[in-house]
């Protein structure tokens, strides 16, 4: 087995960074805020965090905050749950959460469950289990999971438990990988993985290893480069 | 990209690609201005829609165009025409995003919340997600889709289930309709809705269809799935049942406080060495409930009152709901040997036993046992010697035929009806067809999954039988299978191993004598075996978990070393252990020891030679109660007075297993976390621990 080239992730990661005029850097602008959490934690892995600016990096996201408290994908873009996780997560990755006004971003958060348990996204209603997991580690990281009712949002991650073991998006919603990721580490954060049957959705995890060794998100679906992590043994 | 090779584009296309960045990048920023502007006219409606054409995961406007509509319909007169061309033209944008990525979710959400205000035209919608469907039979936006507009027209699910079963029909292999068949027939069948009931009719038909399925193709996933849950849809008892309890029903119970076994006609098995002035009651249900309360379960006897009783849930992660409770009753002292005292437990007699899934226990049922104490005569002393486990301590247990059988089950006290009776025909009836079905498929081909489940099938089979006949007809068989498995699919091993583990327990424990096989005296090696200690001897097995713990809870002292434990899961119900040894084995940290955490009457515990800190990942971690799933809360200040100069937060993990515990002998040696750190603060947090790596403190 060879070794990891780590120094041409780092460069690979830097570029990246660098360029925004090409046509897939415009088309994906929306996003910037998810690609950066993604390209920091894979420099803080490597131990090569500090090869960026930070306070560019932190001014950016801060740039990206709306009155609402909640951050949008890029500069000027709306508010969404999905990108106010990713900006408290840089955040935390630097150790510079003490720049935040945490209440704030806390009551974005809060504001968006449902009565039913759920998060919507954002004003606007969608509804999805991503939500919940997005949400509970956005609080977990910030101490502050008192603010919403855990009871309600585990109990709407249970429901939407399908008779395989797995999660899917909302209830009925057939079991995806990536899914249940977010409800398993949901149920995580709050001490809940107990509702899961860990043999049941063991066997269909372990299910999605192919012959050629990629893993795909559903049965009887293609292998796909999108790794699925999960907290479980 | 999925499933497209990266290459480096050519020079013509690299400059039409740089004129198409700068085109999308001018709409973007064209946009971006009417959005913040607040500008909703027909032009900054065409820039938003022309984006969305060609990038949908712009999500901004798709919110920009909520708000252009909300808008628009704020300034037009409710005339109901210009109403629907505005969410018409709303549709129309959705549609052409859809084509470009038939997967965005801003596309699909935007439609669901114009249908949601009310302007539908469901037959449309129906016909759009059969065209989608047809293209895609496994886009779940689509399906989740369907689920909207189905709640939204009040589409019964009878007609929804005729979809599956025509997608079904057209492609066996589409587990998405094979998983909203099923979530539409768990519906039907708990609603009891007319033409779904019984089940088992229902069910039976479900079978010929999901044969058809897995012959046709025994590679395919989609139909083994189904299966699976259509097997547990038959084999499941949906009621919370009580399984086992200790002390068992009709024993005679004999508390002992001495350490002096002076007769010989005392059974190990329902002895019970005690100087607290209390013994466990423990009740070990089929499934977690919550509701056990000295309301629901009333204890009747002169030793307690039953008010008095408070029964704990004996969780490991603080959830109120566990398999096994347990309470606490009190014993006579006496001078001399006393008569019997006798208990009677009744349960179910009043609601409020809940499971999990929301089924309420409803049979109500009694047992009774009987408990005598015995005079003390040398009491036992604190710490007392150290215990070997060395072979040459153990001899094989001998018993007497008038023994007491460890083995018995609670299943004769669930009372069946007559619905009941029918119900477990039609199941045994119904595993034993499966059964002959998938061994005349695996005689012809050798197929994973089908050996899989044919090994279900037997222990279901087994499980179905073990109240009448206390034997595992199957198990030789299940264990075949799983060593085969183990062979052909070896990613899975440890899942096999797992599952071979529980089939060997249970055989173990199926009937008497194979049990007394593993029955030792333990003595301190000389020729006299005093006492009353016996200990079930279950190493060099190959363990990689353990099972079958309602059968064992009258164990108190265990032996599991060399095997293969990676986690201990459900020995918090082993409530009379007091020695336990899992040297040699493969747990990887601390937190897999949680389970110890419930077990107050540990003494000796041996976890010398395992993994413990040889890994950098853990995980086990969030399986046990823990600060870092906030069920856990360690006060780092106060308690650092307890710990001294060692940085609590160093070694939390060992902190929260073993500051409850009160162990008098630990052994720790051969786990890379064990250093000279470690053992000395372990030393200072057990302050009980007399015997520590063999050696005796002071």
């Known amino acids: 087995m060879g070794e990891l080239a780590a120094e041409k992730h780092v460069q690979y990661i830097l570029s990246v960074e660098k360029r925004k005029d090409d046509l897939i850097s415009v088309a994906m602008e929306h996003l910037r805020m998810n690609g950066a959490y993604w390209g ?106 008192d603010k919403i009712n855990v009871e309600k949002a585990v109990s709407y991650i249970v429901s939407c438990k399908n008779l395989d073991g797995g999660f899917g998006s909302t209830p009925g919603g057939e079991s995806h990988a990536g899914q249940i990721f977010c409800c398993v580490g949901a149920l995580a954060i709050t001490g809940s993985l107990h509702h899961i049957d860990k043999d049941l959705l063991g066997w269909w995890l372990c299910e999605r290893q192919v012959k050629s060794g990629g893993l795909n998100g559903r049965p009887e679906k293609l292998p796909d480069d999108f790794p699925i992590l999960n907290i479980q043994d | 990209m999925h499933g497209r090779p990266r290459k480096d584009p050519k020079p013509e296309d690299a400059a039409a690609s740089v004129a198409k960045a700068e085109k999308l990048r001018s709409l973007q920023s064209q946009f971006l201005s009417n959005h913040h502007k607040k500008i909703y006219t027909n032009e ?7 984006l969305l054409e060609v990038n949908p995961e712009y999500y901004t406007a798709w919110n920009f ?96 289930l005729r979809y599956t079963t025509d997608m079904i029909n057209s492609n066996f292999s589409n587990y998405s309709a094979w998983h909203n068949r099923s979530i539409l027939l768990s519906n039907l069948l708990q609603r009891k809705v007319q033409g779904f009931f019984p089940k088992e009719v229902v069910l039976n038909e479900e079978y010929e269809l999901v044969h058809q399925a897995i012959f046709t193709d025994p590679d395919d996933q989609s139909g083994w799935f189904y299966y699976l849950w259509l097997l547990d849809q038959t084999v499941k008892a949906d009621a919370p049942l009580l399984v086992s309890s200790w002390p068992a029903r009709d024993s005679n119970l004999i508390i002992l406080e001495d350490q002096c076994l002076d007769d010989c006609a005392l059974s190990p098995f329902n002895t019970f060495h005690s100087d607290s002035g209390t013994f466990p009651l423990i009740v070990y249900f089929n499934q977690a409930v919550e509701g056990v309360n000295s309301s629901t379960i009333s204890v009747e006897s002169v030793l307690n009152a039953n008010s008095e009783l408070t029964w704990k849930p004996l969780s490991t992660n603080n959830s109120p709901a566990a398999q096994v409770w347990v309470t606490y009753l009190n014993y006579p002292k006496v001078d001399v040997h006393s008569e019997a005292y006798p208990v009677e437990v009744s349960i179910g007699h009043s609601g409020g036993i809940i499971s999990s899934s929301g089924f309420h226990y409803s049979h109500p049922s009694r047992f009774a046992f009987k408990v005598f104490a015995r005079p003390v005569k040398t009491p036992i002393g604190h710490g007392g010697d150290i215990i070997s486990w060395q072979d040459g301590n153990f001899a094989l247990y001998e018993t007497s035929p008038e023994e007491p059988n460890p083995t018995i089950s609670l299943d004769q006290l669930n009372i069946k009806d007559d619905n009941e009776k029918t119900s477990s025909e039609w199941r045994a009836e119904t595993i034993a067809n499966e059964i002959a079905l998938f061994q005349e498929l695996l005689s012809e081909i050798s197929c994973k999954i089908g050996k899989l489940t044919l090994a279900r099938l037997l222990k279901a089979r087994d499980l179905l039988l073990s109240p009448c006949a206390n034997k595992m007809v199957y198990s030789e068989e299940v264990i075949n299978l799983y060593s085969d498995l183990r062979t052909l699919d070896p990613p899975h091993s440890q899942f096999y191993k797992d599952e071979h583990s529980l089939t060997l327990l249970q055989q173990i424990t199926s009937t008497r004598e194979s049990l007394l096989r593993y029955c030792f005296l333990h003595g301190d090696g000389t020729s006299s075996f005093i006492g009353n200690s016996m200990c079930l001897r279950l190493n060099n097995l190959s363990l990689s978990r353990m099972g079958s713990i309602e059968r064992l809870l009258w164990v108190q002292m265990l032996d599991l070393s060399h095997n293969e434990l990676r986690s201990i899961e459900g020995l918090e119900a082993m409530q009379l252990l007091s020695c336990l040894n899992l040297s040699n084995n493969k747990l990887c940290g601390f937190t897999a020891l949680g389970p110890l955490r419930l077990l107050k009457s540990l003494k000796v515990l041996d976890i010398s030679c395992n993994q413990i800190g040889s890994h950098s990942i853990d995980t086990t971690r969030y399986l046990c109660s823990s600060p870092l799933c906030h069920t856990e809360e360690i006060d780092w200040g106060r308690d650092e007075t307890v710990t001294g100069d060692v940085n609590l937060a160093n070694y939390w993990e060992a902190f929260v297993i073993f500051r409850g515990l009160s162990l008098t002998q630990l052994d720790i040696v051969g786990n890379a976390v064990a250093d000279e750190k470690l053992k000395s603060f372990l030393v200072k947090i057990v302050p009980t621990l007399k015997w520590l790596d063999g050696g005796e403190l002071h």
């Not at chain 1, 996204?121 to 101490?143: K, N, P, Q």
């Not at chain 2, 900054?44 to 022309?50: N, R």
């Not at chain 2, 979710?105 to 449309?124: F, P, Q, T």
């Open chain 1, 40 to 145: 920091l934690t894979t420099l803080d892995l490597l131990g090569k965090l500090e090869t960026v600016d930070v306070d560019e990096v932190v001014s950016w996201v801060m740039e990206c905050q709306h009155e609402s408290g909640g951050y949008g994908g890029n500069i000027g873009h709306d508010p969404h749950i999905l990108y106010t996780l990713s900006a408290v997560q840089i955040l935390a990755l630097f150790d510079k959460l003490n720049v935040l006004d945490v209440e704030k971003v806390t009551n974005y958060i809060a504001q968006l469950q449902n009565q039913d348990g759920s998060f919507s996204g954002d004003i606007w209603g969608e509804v999805d289990t991503r939500f919940s997991y997005i949400a509970l580690c956005c609080l977990s990281i910030l101490h502050r999971l």
């Open chain 2, 44 to 50: 900054a409606l065409e820039v938003s829609a022309k």
């Open chain 2, 65 to 160: 165009r909520k708000l252009a509509v909300e808008h628009r319909l704020s300034q037009s007169d409710s005339d109901p025409d210009s109403i629907k061309s505005i969410f018409s033209e709303e549709l129309k944008v959705v549609e052409s995003a859809l084509k470009q990525n038939f997967k965005s979710y801003g596309a699909w959400h935007h439609r669901k919340w114009v249908l949601s205000k009310g302007h539908s035209s469901i037959d449309h919608e129906m016909r759009l997600l059969d065209r989608y469907q047809k293209l895609d039979p496994r886009n779940f936006h689509a399906w989740d889709y369907r689920r909207f507009v189905a709640a939204l027209m009040n589409r019964s699910e009878v007609d929804e």
